[in-house]
Structure formats: structure tokens, C-alpha cells
T-cell receptor, first 114, second 113 residues
Framework: DTEVTQTPKHLVMGMTNKKSLKCEQH?????MYWYKQKAKKPPELMFV???????INESVPSRFSPECPNSSLLNLHLHALQPEDSALYLC?????????????FGDGTRLSIL | DAKTTQPNSMESNEEEPVHLPCNHS???????IHWYRQLPSQGPEYVIH???SNVNNRMASLAIAEDRKSSTLILHRATLRDAAVYYC??????????????FGKGTKLSVIP
């Protein structure tokens, strides 16, 4: 069991659908992250939220829209995705910018685009 | 971000020690050395990290070279559950209230019963 909870675990959607991925942590962490992981590849950073504000966007297409409603929750809104967006989407959190502390990952949402 | 170099794959016999190497010749003075592992169908899991001194925890040991240009993750007795991809990552603060993990390809560890 991880301390970062992601829902749903699996999601299948069509290219015209709108869906959202959710991530929750109750460790009091102030930094939260979205990563994308394609099959047999390492995770790649998409977005970083620090103190509920978007601090890093790694040139992610606008069909991915992150949201941080409060310090415990992180959402990723999906719209008009392409088949190449099929991947494992991972959420992580850390105490903040102190790289002497680890990032804690959820087990991800496996997304399939039809 | 400073880069790391790891072997693509390694094998170990069950209950034997495993030494996973990592080269990071361009490491800066403020970079921490982090190790994560990812088991099949799971998210990455933190293993250990260090700055200059060797570190031990319940999962593993981290040996850091004196010049900090390389490090070795040591699993003292490999179990089948240790079969995973192990990532060696250098981190430093981004200055924006967070820090980035830049994953390389990692080392895929296979444990033979």
C-alpha cells in the first residue's frame, strides 16, 4: 500500500471523451507531481505543483490540464486525447523543495485511449 | 540535470548480495544521490539516498565514492521481491518549492531462485 492514492486504477476512454485522474495524499506534503510512463520506458515529468500553484509545466499539450484544489489533492483533466497518450500516469508528492526528502509515488492510473 | 549511467540489466541469485553500480561523473556539490525501484505494475518506490557519506536503512545500503562520481546500491540478501528496475537519480532543489526527478533507463534486476 502506498501513501499516495490514485483513482481510478484503470481508465479506457475514447478520443472525444472528457475524464479526470485523481491523486490524494495526507502526509502534509506541499509539492505534488504528475509523471507519464510509456510501456518499458522510465517515468517522465509532466507537471509540478508547489504550495498549490503550478510551478513547472514540461511543455505538455493543452489536452492535459492539471488542477490542485487544495494541498492534499491533485487532478489531471483529460480532453480530446490521442492514442499515443495511452500510458501509466503517476502522481507523487514530497515535503517541498528539500531534495533531502524522498518523493512518494502512487501506483498510477493505466490509461488506454481507443 | 546531471546524468547517471547504469548497466541495463543484472542478475543475482536469491539470498546473495547484489551490488548495483551508478556513475555520475558530472555531479555537483549540492546534488543528492537518490535510488528508487519500480516493481512490475507499481509506481516507483523510494529506496535510499545520500549526499557524501555511506547510508544504511532497512532496505539497502548506499556506498558513495570519495569523489562522489559513482555510487553503489547494495542489497544484502536478494529476494524474489527485489526483482525490479532500479533507478539512480541525482536531485537538487529547483528553487520553486519542489525538486525534479529525472529518471534514466535504470538497471533491470533479475533474481534467480
Amino acid at each position: 500500500d502506498t501513501e499516495v492514492t490514485q483513482t481510478p486504477k484503470h481508465l479506457v476512454m475514447g478520443m472525444t471523451n472528457k475524464k479526470s485522474l485523481k491523486c490524494e495524499q495526507h502526509m502534509g506534503h506541499r509539492a505534488m507531481y504528475w509523471y507519464k510512463q510509456k510501456a518499458k520506458k522510465p517515468p517522465e515529468l509532466m507537471f509540478v505543483y508547489s504550495y498549490e500553484k503550478l510551478s513547472i509545466n514540461e511543455s505538455v499539450p493543452s489536452r492535459f490540464s492539471p488542477e490542485c484544489p487544495n494541498s492534499s489533492l491533485l487532478n489531471l483533466h483529460l480532453h480530446a486525447l490521442q492514442p499515443e497518450d495511452s500510458a501509466l500516469y503517476l502522481c507523487a508528492s514530497s515535503q517541498g523543495e528539500n531534495s533531502n526528502q524522498p518523493q512518494h509515488f502512487g501506483d498510477g492510473t493505466r490509461l488506454s485511449i481507443l | 540535470d546531471a546524468k547517471t549511467t547504469q548497466p541495463n540489466s543484472m542478475e543475482s541469485n536469491e539470498e546473495e548480495p547484489v551490488h548495483l553500480p551508478c556513475n555520475h561523473s558530472t555531479i555537483s556539490g549540492t546534488d543528492y544521490i537518490h535510488w528508487y525501484r519500480q516493481l512490475p505494475s507499481q509506481g516507483p518506490e523510494y529506496v535510499i539516498h545520500g549526499l557524501t557519506s555511506n547510508v544504511n536503512n532497512r532496505m539497502a545500503s548506499l556506498a558513495i565514492a570519495e569523489d562522489r562520481k559513482s555510487s553503489t546500491l547494495i542489497l544484502h540478501r536478494a529476494t524474489l521481491r527485489d526483482a525490479a528496475v532500479y533507478y539512480c537519480i541525482l536531485t537538487s532543489p529547483s528553487g520553486a518549492g519542489s525538486y525534479q526527478l529525472t529518471f534514466g533507463k535504470g538497471t533491470k534486476l533479475s533474481v534467480i531462485p
